[in-house]
């Protein structure tokens, strides 16, 4: 069955970048589904944070769009976040999912990885 | 930008009973693109509904899913233990671009 798998730093300074790689196994990244990543910051909800196409085409938060960047390396079956001048506001479980459909009718997110914990902190 | 408010904020009811969850879109939304999560601590968000209605994959039929406009109900029929976690809605506005509401505490009584 698919399966994500979060990677990266547990640990970013303040003003830095936090980078996180998604990997793909049990199916391929270019099967028509906009790839996303969502987060949650300790005992608080979810916030979706973008979500990127087999070609690379992203779609983003508003409201994070000026520090976000998703990319996409098809031939490794990942996909990955970037996210600059990290505050200690982006501490965060940082969750990347698969939608339940294919293209733009994409609905909600059907598979999620387990997530990975980012702190930002000196 | 649609807005979603989930009441209550904290439910208590015991095993066996009927659950009803409530989210309230502002403003209201034409597409029914709701969708519902149930999250445990330290997992991650499992889907159970999506198109307001729809269950995912797996989904027992004791959760169900419906309304329109602007008030989307998750109702779980006779709750079971495990049933008891925070759930989420969500909006899906059709071109990528989803909101998730603030959650709603589903505990044992």
Redesign the interface.
């Known amino acids: 069955q698919v399966q994500l798998q979060e990677s990266g730093p547990g640990l970013v300074k303040p003003s830095e970048t936090l980078s996180l790689t998604c990997t793909i196994s049990g199916s391929f990244i270019n099967t028509g589904y906009?790839w996303?990543w969502?987060r949650q910051p300790p005992g608080k909800?979810?916030?979706?944070i973008g979500?990127i196409y087999h070609n690379g085409r992203t779609?983003n938060?508003p409201s994070l769009e000026s520090r976000v960047s998703i990319s996409v390396d098809t031939s490794k079956n990942q996909f990955s976040l970037n996210l600059t001048s990290v505050t200690a506001a982006d501490t965060a479980v940082y969750?990347c999912?698969r939608p339940?459909?294919r293209g733009?009718?994409?609905?909600?997110?059907?598979i999620?990885?387990?997530?990975a914990m980012v702190t930002v902190s000196s | 930008e649609i807005v979603l408010t989930q009441s209550p904020g904290t439910l208590s009811l015991s095993p066996g009973e009927r659950a009803t969850l409530s989210c309230r879109a502002s403003p209201s939304v034409s597409n029914n693109y709701i969708a519902w999560y149930q999250q445990k601590p330290g997992q991650a968000p499992r889907l159970l509904i999506y198109g307001a209605s729809s269950r995912a994959t797996g989904i027992p039929d004791r959760f169900s899913g419906s309304g329109s406009g602007t008030d989307f109900t998750l109702t779980i029929s006779r709750l079971e233990p495990e049933d008891f976690a925070v759930f989420y809605c969500q909006h899906y506005d059709g071109s990528l671009k989803y909101t998730f509401g603030q959650g709603t505490k589903l505990e044992i009584k």
Do not use: K, Y
């Open positions: 906009f996303g969502i909800g979810l916030e979706w979500s779609f938060n969750f999912a339940v459909v733009l009718a994409a609905r909600a997110f059907e999620w990885g387990q997530g």
